[in-house]
């Protein structure tokens, strides 16, 4: 098995996951010994097969040996069965385990993890990599430990037949060694290729049927179909070239094979002549010889999916190593008074030149709306994000009741917040599953109902097959945009945070139904410190202060008529709007 330092270091730590699979693991391996001991007994027994029966005769013989032979691979299949069996339940234990820490890793990660790697990705972890990883973890190692048993077993018969003849025989085997490392090393190269345009087939795919509308509108279909057909092109080239290393492999090893069947036959002739070698002794060598070559054609082939595990597993191991969220904060924080304070606060995004948000300070108390306008790029999500940690500022102090936000613990920050977005996040569960969602133990069926209420959501969840308890679809999908809205409103009356923070909630909505939802929201907003990104600055009219974001910078800062008053950034986006409106 021919792997690099670095890669040796891969399997070693991925060793490591099958503790928890040790008791199966051994009653597995008993059951390759098992299967070893009876390939070697029955190489055995083909001596006196070949010597008693057809050289000599022997009548004693000839109904001892096949009960013998039957018993021999009665015990073979019964271990073979265990084997397979435990096996599976360890290297399948693995890929869940793997699975379940890469999953929860993931929604450890910051949020800007999330921005350089996209969802694709992380499902081509989640699924292929982890299958990979429990094929080369458990699987590989079956095979490698049942072939390498089977090897040693056969050529402990062939010593036991002529140690002799075995000895000229093993002499190819630094030849197999050597053939072997060139076409581990071939795997490897071309196996890890393979698995990146499989993710890249997978994000192409992604992106080109989660937006198919505008593909059929742009019409980009060709576009599309020629970009996934190159990339699924490239991955045809790359796994035919590791079939075909792993079929020259197989034919190499075969002719070697060959090659030690020539020399053994030409040995065991010299022995015979000798007197040293009966019929039945060389009949031995020939079947052990024979038994020997398929295994090691199956370590060869083995290469493969050891070296396409090895490279799942790294890129698995590239996650699971990534820092965690920064969370030292020890304030405990039951619920806040919810004072919002941004003191000369700075954010650059990595790779980025110009920074996301500079020098912001502004003051967002409690009861109050603090709307956040500007033209799109202008750093308005970027501000609102930092308030529940999904990025950390770069500068200046973020605080919360007078304290530093970073001094209270993630989990208490985040409670205090709800959000309602643009994009709602819903999902193939029921209405109430949704609505109470984080919360679904601690609700009652009365607290739902109030919140549906309120959030004008029973006028259409009343209507609906099951009510309350009616499925809503992948992503909320049997509902309208409307729709979602409101059951996301829902969901932030029944968190009742002191802190709520509304991203452009109502911008892609028709007329009557962003009239239910700005309706539903005002019962929301009452007694809380509401946040407000707001496109269409008709909403925010009546905020208590509006921040103007221009690339970044907080230019003006005010109420609606004194930002109008002063005929800057404020009134010319006004304006421009009331033009678009009037037309």
Do not use: C
């Amino acid at each position: 098995m021919s792997l690099p330092p670095s890669a040796w270091a891969i399997y070693r730590r991925l060793l490591g996951l099958v503790g928890p699979y040790r008791g199966v693991l051994l009653l597995a391996l008993l059951g390759l010994v098992v299967e070893g001991a009876a390939a070697g007994a029955f190489g055995v027994l083909t001596k006196p097969m070949v010597d008693e029966t057809f050289v000599a005769r022997n009548r004693e013989f000839g109904l001892l040996l096949p009960l013998a032979i039957v018993g021999i691979f009665a015990v073979r299949g019964m271990a073979g069965y265990l084997t397979d069996l435990y096996m599976a339940k360890a290297a399948r234990g693995v890929a869940r385990d793997m699975r379940v820490r890469a999953m929860d890793k993931y929604l450890r990660l910051p949020g800007l993890r999330f921005d350089g790697e996209p969802v694709p990705s992380m499902l081509v972890r989640l699924g292929s990599d982890s299958d990979q990883v429990a094929q080369a973890v458990v699987d590989a190692g079956k095979v490698m430990l049942q072939q390498s048993l089977q090897v040693v077993a056969m050529l402990a018969v062939m010593l036991y037949a002529s140690w002799r003849v075995t000895l000229a025989v093993l002499l190819l085997g630094p030849l197999i060694a050597w053939m072997m490392d060139k076409v581990g090393r071939r795997y490897r190269r071309y196996g890890h290729k393979v698995q990146e345009t499989s993710a890249q087939m997978m994000l192409a795919a992604d992106q080109a049927l989660s937006n198919q509308q505008e593909v059929k509108v742009y019409g980009a279909r060709e576009m599309e179909m020629a970009r996934y057909t190159k990339l699924a092109n490239d991955n045809l080239r790359l796994s035919l070239k590791v079939e075909a290393t792993r079929s020259i492999s197989s034919a190499l090893v075969q002719l070697t094979g060959a090659v030690g069947l020539a020399l053994l036959l030409y040995f065991a002739g010299r022995e015979a002549l000798a007197g040293r070698l009966t019929a039945g002794g060389f009949v031995q060598l020939m079947i052990s010889m024979l038994a020997i070559i398929p295994a090691l054609k199956q370590l060869t082939n083995v290469q493969g999916m050891l070296q396409r595990g090895v490279a799942s597993a790294e890129r698995l191991f590239h996650v699971l190593d990534a820092e965690d969220e920064v969370d030292t904060g020890t304030r405990p924080l039951q619920r806040a008074q919810g004072l919002i304070e941004f003191r000369d606060v700075s954010l650059r995004y990595p790779g980025q030149t110009q920074p996301a948000l500079e020098r912001i300070s502004f003051i967002a108390r409690p009861g109050t709306v603090t709307a956040i306008v500007g033209r799109s790029g202008s750093g308005k999500s970027s501000l609102v994000k930092l308030i529940p940690r999904f990025y950390d500022p770069d500068g200046g102090q973020i605080l919360l009741d007078g304290h530093p936000i970073s001094e209270y613990r993630l989990v208490d920050l985040r409670r205090q917040l709800a959000m309602v977005g643009q994009q709602v996040m819903l999902f193939d569960g029921s209405v109430v599953e949704n609505v109470a969602y984080g919360e679904l133990q601690q609700t009652t069926s009365e607290d739902v109902q109030r919140a549906l209420s309120g959030a004008n959501a029973m006028e259409f969840v009343a209507h609906m097959p099951h009510g309350a308890d009616t499925h809503i679809g992948v992503k909320g999908g049997k509902l309208s945009g409307g729709q979602r809205q409101r059951l996301a409103i829902a969901r932030a009356m029944l968190k009742d945070a002191p802190i709520l923070i509304l991203d452009e909630a109502t911008a892609a909505l028709d007329n009557a139904s962003e009239r239910l939802v700005q309706e539903a929201l005002a019962h929301l907003i009452p007694d809380r410190t509401t946040l407000v990104i707001a496109h269409r600055l008709s909403t925010v009219e009546h905020a208590d202060q509006i921040l103007v974001l221009d690339e970044g910078r907080l230019v003006e800062q005010g109420t609606h008529a004194e930002l109008l008053a002063r005929g800057g950034v404020y009134a010319h986006l006004h304006a421009m709007q009331f033009r678009e409106a009037g037309a």
